[in-house]
């Protein structure tokens, strides 16, 4: 067995953090390494412990988790960061992956699902929680009903392997190595697919590439 994924727990409320730590601290695959209750002390944190995930609060007494992930991202790339929440916030979801985060979590997702997410982030895989995806979702109905349309009908046979690829949270690199493509040409399509789209997130792309999965 490797290495355990350490893990930073970021959440102004102890009794959250307790219960992370209890949920958490005993599987063998996984190591808390620390933990913070403000933005601030989470970049610090981070920089001290050097995790692999930071399980962060959106919603922090002295800012934004969103921020706080864009900095500890900046400062160290190989970090990910899974954003835990109480709200399914359409411009929450579209900050933190801006910011870098790979994953957004309610946080009345069941324990099976956290770890599975924190599994997929530390993989280097993307993860929405699936109210969320919902919400996108509905973005793109409500797009149909106005009249624009079906907007996957435009993509080309190849743009629809590379978003089915992004809706499994493949990153460039991983979709380039399945595809036998450079990652530039991937960056291309996922570029052009996003406009094709309406979207400007990699993370609605996901959402609407689960929209198209055969139940």
């Known amino acids: ?20 730590r209890m949920l958490l601290g005993h599987r063998p695959t996984l190591a808390i390494v620390g933990e913070a209750s403000t933005a601030a002390a989470a970049v610090t944190e981070a920089a001290r412990t050097a995790p692999d995930v930071v399980i962060m609060d ?21 970090t990910r960061v899974l954003m835990l929440t109480s709200f399914a916030d359409e411009e929450a979801v579209d900050a933190s992956v801006m910011a870098g985060a790979s994953g957004y979590l309610l946080k009345q997702a069941g324990s099976a699902e956290l770890i599975r997410a924190i599994d997929v982030v530390a993989a280097g895989g993307s993860l929405l929680d699936p109210t969320v995806t919902g919400h996108l979702l ?3 109905r409500r797009m149909a009903a106005s009249g624009e349309g079906d907007p996957v009908s435009s993509l080309t046979e190849q743009e ?24 530039k040409t ?27 999965r055969p139940s």
Do not use: W
């Open 138 to 140: 509905e973005r793109f």
């Open 160 to 183: 629809r392997r590379v978003l089915a690829l992004v809706g499994e949270g493949k990153t460039n690199r991983e979709i380039a190595a399945a595809m036998h493509l450079s990652e």
């Open 1 to 20: 067995m490797g290495e355990p994924v350490r893990i930073l727990l970021v959440d102004d409320h102890e009794v959250v953090r307790a219960g992370l």
């Open 58 to 78: 959106v919603r922090l007494p002295d800012g934004s988790g969103v921020e706080a992930c864009r900095e500890i991202r900046s400062a160290r790339p190989d």
């Open 186 to 212: 991937v960056k291309n399509y996922v570029s052009t697919l996003l406009g094709k789209l309406h979207v400007q997130r990699r993370a609605a792309a996901a959402a609407f590439a689960a929209k198209q």
